[in-house]
């Protein structure tokens, strides 16, 4: 497989107050991220995620290191618009991320950017909003819509770049569950159709079942990176950077400590209450 | 309460006065503009009234609508009534009280000019009654692409005009939030005279403002995200065009004009 993103030693610190040590918000983060992956990347408030996502499209340059995207240097000004087309964003607050108020013109905005002549934007507009499964919104006026369709047009308005991956910032934190249900689907499915890289920023660690990867910033470094099953198995490593674990590897780990021989790694549903079923039917006697 | 204001709004609509290019609209509604203010008879200003009755049959859109965007304005409307019934010099005297004269010339520059106001205000909102705003923006951009070449910025202008629009309705309903949050603490918008009502604005507007800021950050960013740099080599997902109907449209307007300025040299 090929590299989607690559930082090398990537640092980066936001202006400080005068006279004031600059403070990193990265301090040297190392990572390669597969074509065609989902990757999750979870870690506590201010650990460093927003910033490390602003590098993947050149909106924050590297002070130290650097961000390859697919080859290309994200110093380099002149890929910037090439570098950004590659790489879509979507961030947390729907309302802030939409710029027209009409549907269709919204989702045009990016393509519009690019240049793109007319016909093959209406093409990629109506294909954009096939993809997320708002096609029945083109005339629609944003404001009027819930917050997961909103967020929903949000990412038809990326996908109308036709990108390679697209990076969600804490997309689905003001959502309520309905509509993170559907912007979760969403991906999953444009993930697993178009083939289209994802790295997806949350809170919700139950959204990092399905990922092929899971990576934990802290105090702007990477602290753990690998499969969800890997990761969720450290309970106590997890809990010590302040970070919940999901309700199934909670369970299995609270019955690991009272001396039932479970495994930490059954992360979903199925897989936790097979684990406990197989637990106590090989020992019936506990 | 905030979700009656009418501005910028939009009815949709599939008929000739939704689909003619918006570029013609807004020249249609500078020539109207131009024939109220060359109209001074009751002949003229009836041919305007009757110009935009025409355009509202056209539309159908709802008189009703129409009237209810003058509400806003009726104070200025008024007052504008009876400073010139009052304070018209004129030799016809038809009643005095005290130092107050109405008079004939006081009478008829009133009524015309209640008329004008009114007749502007609803010809105005005829156009954005029946243009989308984003279409609106749109036609502006493209009438005043001249003056691109005297360093206007037309396209920034035009950007800034859309967003507005798109982020009133947004805007709106966060201030109905932070002035429920605000009542929910005891705070009182109703009562008290002039000064104390704009006090107890202040902690609507100190939010508002810290969340404006804000969401004008992130709109920047997403904007950069999606590769917006400026006017140059963009495109569009709708293209401009005149059609025949919006040349017959333009030549009636430019007749009308011509016709009151034709009947005001005669006097009439
Ligand atoms: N615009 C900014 N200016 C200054 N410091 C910032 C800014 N944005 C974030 N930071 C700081 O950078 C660090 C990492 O922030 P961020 O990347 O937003 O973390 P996360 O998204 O994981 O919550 C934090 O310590 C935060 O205070
Ligand atoms: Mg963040």
Redo the contacts with the bound molecule.
């Keep these: 497989m090929s590299t989607m993103i690559e930082t090398r030693d990537l640092r980066f610190a936001?202006p400080a107050e005068e006279q004031e040590q600059p403070?990193y918000?990265l301090k040297g983060v190392d990572l390669r991220i597969e074509k065609g992956s989902f990757v999750v990347v979870l870690?506590h408030?201010?650990?460093?995620?927003?910033?490390l996502a602003k590098t993947m499209n050149a909106v924050l340059l590297p002070a130290g290191g650097k961000v390859y995207v697919e080859g290309l240097d994200t110093l380099d000004e002149r890929l910037l618009l090439e570098i950004r087309q590659r790489v879509g964003m979507v961030f947390q607050n729907p309302d802030n991320q939409i710029v027209a108020n009409v549907v269709e013109e919204d989702v045009a905005f990016a393509p519009e950017n690019l240049g793109v002549p007319t016909e093959e934007i209406r093409r990629r507009v109506d294909e954009a909003l096939k993809a997320v499964g708002m096609s029945g919104f083109v005339t629609h006026a944003p404001h009027l819509l819930s917050g997961g369709q909103k967020q929903r047009i949000a990412i038809a308005g990326v996908i109308a770049m036709e990108p390679a991956c697209v990076v969600l910032d804490e997309a689905t934190a003001m959502l309520d569950p309905v509509g993170r249900q559907e912007v979760l689907s969403t991906i999953h499915r444009l993930n697993r159709e178009k083939g289209i890289t994802v790295v997806l920023i949350t809170h919700h660690m139950n959204e990092a079942e399905e990922a092929d990867r899971v990576i934990v910033?802290d105090a702007g470094q990477v602290a753990m990176d690998g499969t969800p099953q890997e990761v969720f198995s450290c309970v106590d490593r997890l809990c010590s950077m302040g970070l919940t674990v999901p309700d199934t590897v909670d369970l299995l780990d609270r019955l690991q400590k009272d001396g039932v021989q479970v495994p930490l790694d059954a992360i979903t549903v199925e897989a936790c209450a097979d684990a406990i079923a197989a637990a106590f039917s090989a020992a019936p006697e506990n | 309460m905030l979700k009656d204001i009418t501005l910028g709004q939009y009815f949709p609509g599939n008929t000739v006065a939704h689909k003619l290019d918006p570029r013609t609209k807004i020249l249609l509604v500078v020539l109207y503009i131009v024939a109220l203010f060359t109209a001074k008879s009751l002949l003229t200003y009836g041919i305007m009234a009757l110009c935009l009755a025409v355009c509202v049959r056209i539309s159908r859109v709802g008189i009703r609508q129409l009237v209810r965007g003058l509400k806003p304005v009726l104070f200025i409307i008024i007052f504008t009534g009876v400073l010139n019934l009052l304070f018209t010099p004129g030799e016809t005297e038809l009643f005095s009280w005290g130092f107050l004269h109405v008079t004939g010339e006081g009478l008829r520059n009133a009524v015309f000019m209640v008329l004008r106001i009114m007749l502007l205000i609803m010809g105005t909102f005829l156009m954005t009654y029946t243009t989308s705003p984003i279409s609106l923006t749109d036609g502006l951009e493209r009438l005043l692409n001249g003056l691109k070449r005297f360093h206007v910025p037309v396209h920034e202008l035009a950007m800034m005009m859309s967003i507005a629009l798109r982020f009133i309705p947004t805007l709106i309903e966060e201030t109905d939030k932070i002035m429920s949050a605000q009542k929910a603490r005891g705070a009182d918008f109703e009562s008290g005279n002039l000064i104390q009502k704009a006090k107890a604005l202040i902690p609507i507007l100190v939010p508002l403002f810290i969340s404006a800021f804000r969401r004008a950050d992130e709109l920047a960013t997403a904007m950069e995200c999606r590769c917006y740099h400026g006017g140059e080599g963009r495109t569009k997902l709708h293209v401009l065009r005149y059609e025949s109907r919006d040349y017959v449209a333009l030549t009636i307007g430019v007749l009308v004009v011509a016709a009151v300025a034709v009947l005001r040299r005669l006097g009439l």
Excluded: E, H, I
């Design positions: 936001y403070v918000a870690g408030n201010g650990s460093g995620k927003s910033t910033m």
